[in-house]
């Protein structure tokens, strides 16, 4: 794959421009022509549309609270257009609100509302997004423009401003939903010309640019694009400019060559380009209208041969395997000549080594790379040792990738120094020029082990879809001649994981779906905040974190006192109740808990479930208590309210209705016996001033304190105080509320005036009953 002599080149620029000026006097001597190539030109694009469904906003607080949308861009497209479409509902709840929304080629961005800090070692690059003010008086709808898009998979995340930390009852305070879908138009080429490597490709330019595409095979070290024997109808320059790549966001690596000055040719160098790719080429006239010109576009590739540092050792452990013939002349044929350290193969230079990867794939978002013969890899100084990373699976970029460094300090001297680069799409291997591990199109990350730090640690959270690699070299800047016979063994540890450290002890490592597609992250807890739940900065300390426990827990032993007055009571059934309530909630917030304050002797989803079944049985047990209706009827009605508040759990278990509307039934049922009574003794009931004065108004105030509490007061800040606030005046208004013994247990005084087989019995609430 080399390239001809200078003196060739030149020739044939002449030949070829020649060709080229006929060409261009015969187009402009056939004008209809000309106008029926315009038209040909405006036919080759075509539009299509794509859209998802929409989805309601939140607003942000983690990375789950943000809306994922996720497409494909088609190959050959030339403009990419984002229409998006932002309202809300017609609830006059709604006020006006900023939406963000952030975009980002090959994976999700990774986006930081909040301003924390991430991981130490961890690479973010700073999102492309845009902000969309959303009121009653402007219409929620933008638009985003990428002009060239590189194709594959692009996402959309959109969501609203941080969250107030306010811990809102579902259903319970007024809601306003914000509604975002974006559509895609896609423009693209229906016709692309194909450039050969090597070959002279003819073109005459009008009004509209030329669409070409070459494809890079592996191992190509060098793309050089050059526009020979350049000529115009109306100026003596090559107005042309040639545009190379996709924009892909937030980053774009786009190279432009413009050719407008008198040389018949120029030329654009491209080192290590994406390797495995169909490479864009779009080529556009700057003369103008009327004016044309003619050109011959040709490319040539450099490539280098690799070694492979395994194939020996396969060869030399696997005699009872069989092998492909076409793979083994692959192969044994560099083997063959002299690979040296300074030798070449053919025409192509020996610019890398090597060593074949294993994938071992453990769970959803989770692999293991190592080399194929252990975890070493040998560095030299004269050409870079490379491992290439399979994340083109369309669902590894939902994790993070996670690579560790670790060499012997005894083999790094002190002016010695290994370097490592991390690229997508194709390898950094120009160590000796330059060390900013920059592609042709991809800005990598760079790596050092040296004398005094002998690791060296890298997180990429959600890396790209592409094959990535990392490149290795020896490193003597003071001494070059040092590294010459030097050899520095490097441990390389790389996984991807759903998440960081599984998020740490104050984090929950979720994982989210989009449709088909599977994303994590970190929910984290006790005020850490962060990427990976790391920054402490508001995070609670583990004394704080012992008292919010011990305050969720023991005021829960409150209900011991409606307990006590249950028992003495005789009210054996709203005991039970009461004690089953105490027990459930007090292990469900111990199990609530993160980090070191924490305890389960059940499931959480089991422990959720029943505190809350039994704070809402206790509500329905207490209301129909006070109601003072007949043993069986209470009884049957304690039974069927206890399964309804279960089912309506394990439909909406945060719904405010799983309360409030048993709660609600059960006050019709108590108000209605009430003015029952009320009518039939034509007295208000209860009759006793101090059973209103000492029992039924501080236990309703105390429950009217609670609920405002639990509706409008509680935050996340607050929530350790408030809530336990709220086990304590709960627990206090059943103790008050409750009625006093049933009439059959209480004390009789009886009358004498009837027949000795009736009396006339009354009780200290002034029912009268005829016993026998």
Not at 395 to 411: P, V
Request: hydrophobic letters at 40%; aromatic letters at 10%.
């Amino acid at each position: 794959m080399g390239r001809a002599g200078a003196g060739t080149q030149v020739t044939a620029a002449a030949v070829v421009g020649s060709l080229l000026l006929l060409l261009l006097l015969l187009a402009q001597a056939l004008p209809a022509a000309a106008a029926g190539y315009s038209k040909r030109s405006e036919a080759r694009l075509v539009s299509e549309h794509f859209s998802q469904a929409p989805q309601k906003l939140s607003f942000y607080s983690w990375y789950g609270s943000a809306r994922l949308f996720h497409f494909r861009v088609p190959p050959d497209t030339v403009l990419l257009r984002w229409l998006l479409h932002m309202s809300f509902d017609s609830s006059s709840t709604c006020t006006e609100t900023e939406i963000t929304v952030h975009f980002r080629y090959g994976a999700p961005p990774v986006i930081n509302p909040l301003g924390t800090s991430f991981p130490d070692n961890t690479i973010v690059q700073s999102s492309f997004h845009v902000r969309a003010l959303l009121s009653t008086l402007l219409l929620g709808n933008t638009t985003v423009n990428v002009s060239h898009p590189a194709p594959g998979d692009w996402f959309v995340v959109a969501h609203l401003p941080p969250s107030s930390q306010k811990i809102e009852v579902q259903g319970f305070a007024p809601s306003c939903a914000y509604l975002f879908q974006p559509d895609m138009l896609v423009m693209r080429v229906v016709k692309v010309t194909i450039l050969e490597p090597d070959v002279p490709l003819p073109q005459i330019l009008g009004t509209h640019p030329s669409y070409l595409k070459i494809f890079i095979p592996e191992y190509t070290q060098e793309l050089r694009l050059e526009l020979q024997g350049c000529v115009s109808n109306m100026s003596l320059g090559c107005p042309v400019r040639l545009t190379v790549g996709v924009t892909t966001l937030p980053s774009n690596f786009q190279k432009v060559l413009t050719c407008t000055g008198s040389n018949l040719s120029c030329h654009l160098l491209l080192r290590t380009p994406p390797w495995g790719q169909w490479l864009q080429v779009m080529v556009e006239n700057l003369g103008g209208p009327h004016v044309s010109v003619a050109f011959s576009a040709e490319a040539a590739l450099t490539a280098c041969w690799p070694r492979s540092m395994t194939f020996q050792h396969l060869v030399q452990n696997s005699t009872n395997q069989s092998y492909d013939a076409s793979a083994n002349q692959l192969f044994l044929r560099p083997a063959q000549q002299d690979l040296s350290r300074s030798g070449g193969i053919g025409n192509g230079s020996f610019c890398l080594l090597s060593y074949p990867v294993i994938r071992e794939d453990t769970d959803v978002l989770s692999a293991h790379f190592q080399p194929l013969d252990g975890v070493l890899v040998l560095v030299y100084s004269d050409r870079p040792s490379v491992m290439q990373l399979r994340l083109n699976t369309g669902m590894d970029s939902g994790g993070s990738l996670i690579i560790s460094l670790r060499s012997n300090k005894t083999e790094i001297t002190n002016d010695t120094l290994v370097l490592a680069c991390v690229n997508a799409a194709s390898p950094f291997l120009n160590f000796n020029a330059s060390l900013n591990c920059t592609t042709a199109f991809f800005q990598g990350y760079l790596l050092s082990l040296n004398a005094s730090s002998n690791t060296a640690n890298l997180t990429i959270p959600y890396p790209e879809t592409d094959n990535w690699y990392l490149s290795l070299q020896l490193m003597c800047p003071e001494s070059p001649e040092n590294c010459n016979q030097a050899v520095v063994r490097v441990q390389t540890t790389i996984y991807l994981v759903p998440c960081l450290k599984d998020c740490g002890p104050y984090g929950q490592c979720l994982l989210l779906r989009r449709y088909g597609y599977l994303y994590a992250g970190c929910n984290c807890k006790a005020g850490w905040r962060g990427w990976s739940c790391t920054d402490n900065s508001t995070a609670q300390t583990v004394a704080q974190q012992r008292v919010a426990t011990l305050l969720l827990t023991l005021s829960n032993l409150v209900f011991l006192a409606p307990i006590a007055v249950s028992v003495h009571r005789a009210f054996l059934m709203e005991a039970s109740v009461y004690l089953y309530t105490m027990f459930f909630s007090t292990f469900y917030h111990a199990c609530d808990q993160p980090g070191e304050a924490v305890l389960c002797i059940l499931n959480y989803d089991t422990l959720q479930h029943c505190d809350f079944l039994g704070s809402g049985v206790s509500a329905w047990v207490t209301i129909l208590s006070m109601a003072r209706l007949k043993t069986v009827l209470k009884h049957v009605l304690f039974l069927l309210g206890t399964l309804f508040i279960a089912m309506s759990l394990q439909l909406n278990r945060r719904g405010v209705w799983n309360m409030l509307g048993p709660c609600v039934f059960a006050f019709v049922i108590m108000a209605s016996m009430w003015v029952y009574r009320c009518g039939h003794r034509r007295q208000c009931y209860p009759t006793s001033w101090q059973r209103w004065a000492f029992y039924l108004l501080p236990g309703i105030s105390m429950a009217s304190v609670g609920i405002t509490i639990y509706a409008s007061l509680m935050t996340s800040d607050n929530y350790y105080y408030t809530h336990s606030i709220w086990h304590v005046l709960l627990a206090g208004s059943v103790a008050f509320l409750l009625p006093p013994r049933d009439e059959k247990a209480e004390p009789w005084s009886c009358s004498q005036k009837l027949p000795c087989h009736y009396q006339i019995c009354k009780n200290d609430q002034d029912e009268l009953y005829t016993v026998t």
